[in-house]
């Protein structure tokens, strides 16, 4: 069982920087895989990025390369999303998802509870 708790959401103008923070429950976090997705108001979730739970291999969305980072620290139990040169289509809820697979699928097995992130134009 995993629980997780996201951090560091707010109001930012475009091109402003956030660093979004996940906390993890448990002592066996760093054998899942470790991601974010995102939802904007009216619409799907949308995968934004995650790290592989050995290799620390990352995935990025092709709409946030080049401007989010992913990185996770094992021993704090964290992971986190560093986003430059936001844009006011970023603006969504983040959610923090704990997969136990090798990568992070559609379907991960743990999700938080998120952290809106709204990005002023």
């Known amino acids: 069982q995993v629980t997780l708790v996201e951090s560091g959401g707010g109001l930012v103008q475009a091109g402003g920087s956030l660093r979004l923070s996940c906390s993890a429950s448990?002592?066996?976090?760093?054998?899942?895989?470790v991601g974010w997705f995102r939802q904007a108001q009216g619409k799907g979730r949308e995968f934004v990025a995650s790290?592989?739970?050995?290799?620390?291999?990352?995935f990025y969305a092709n709409s946030v390369k080049g401007r989010f980072t992913i990185s996770r620290d094992n021993a704090e139990n964290t992971v986190y999303l560093q986003m430059n040169s936001l844009k006011p289509e970023d603006t969504a809820v983040y959610y923090c998802?704990?997969?136990?697979?090798?990568?992070?699928?559609?379907?991960?097995?743990?999700w938080g509870q998120g952290t809106q992130v709204t990005v002023s134009s």
């Open positions: 790290v592989t739970r050995s290799e620390g291999k990352t």
């Open positions: 448990g002592r066996t976090f760093s054998s899942y895989a």
């Open positions: 998802v704990a997969d136990a697979k090798m990568f992070v699928t559609n379907t991960p097995d743990y």
